[in-house]
């Protein structure tokens, strides 16, 4: 695939804008709400950082939380699997509602591993028996409540190569050793887990 030509661009800025007042002049506007999902270092927060500046240039109102799980969740849960996913769900679901209601009513929220995403790190814990089937259950329940699953519009998942993802976490570290879950092993599964919830019948018409 070609990369775009300058022209394509102006003209592709031009019409953002144009909708972005039509956006702004609608009084019952509510935010179209999109995740971004998938294996680390898969290119998420890049596409999120190039789209929020696309969207803020053409004059969209832009509501991006920060990633909770490596920016935001306490260090001290890292070491425990369970209670760090539990952690950024809960993150995950709480910064849906704070934008999806934000005073200053955001045209678009972009939420960078949402809800979908820390399901699938729970089905990942599943599989590898620190969840039983019944606490899965419990959770799944959960993440797809009406209450907030109906507010997401839209979820882009991103995966890759593990061994592209190891190359990009460790090229610029000056120690160069796998980790807890950047080693091949649990990326590989991951990604398995990532192409289960893709065919779930809740999500599939999202992706």
């Not at 990633?67 to 935001?72: N, P």
């Not at 160069?176 to 990604?191: A, D, F, H, P």
């Not at 192409?195 to 599939?204: G, Q, R, T």
Request: one cysteine or more; proline letters at 4%.
């Amino acid at each position: 695939m070609k990369n775009p030509s300058s022209k394509d661009l102006e003209k592709l800025a031009l019409n953002a804008k144009e909708i972005a007042k039509k956006v702004a002049a609608c009084q019952d506007w509510q935010p179209i709400v999109v995740e971004f999902a998938g294996t680390p270092k898969s290119g998420k927060s890049t596409n999120i950082d190039v789209l929020n500046h696309f969207l803020r240039r053409s004059e969209f109102k832009v509501a991006a939380p920060t990633e909770g799980v490596s920016k935001r969740t306490p260090y001290n849960l890292k070491s425990d699997l369970m209670a760090y996913n539990s952690w950024a769900l809960c993150y995950a679901i709480s910064e849906l509602l704070v934008g999806y209601y934000n005073v200053d009513k955001p045209h678009v929220v972009m939420l960078d591993r949402g809800p979908f995403d820390s399901l699938a790190w729970m089905l990942h814990l599943r599989e590898n028996g620190k969840l039983s089937n019944e606490e899965y259950r419990i959770i799944y329940h959960f993440v797809t409540l009406d209450k907030w699953e109906k507010i997401v519009k839209r979820i882009y998942l991103f995966t890759c190569d593990p061994k592209l993802s190891l190359k990009r976490e460790l090229e610029e570290k000056l120690i160069r050793v796998s980790g807890l879950v950047m080693n091949e092993e649990r990326l590989i599964q991951l990604k398995e887990q990532y192409d289960i919830l893709k065919a779930d019948l809740n999500f599939e018409s999202k992706l």
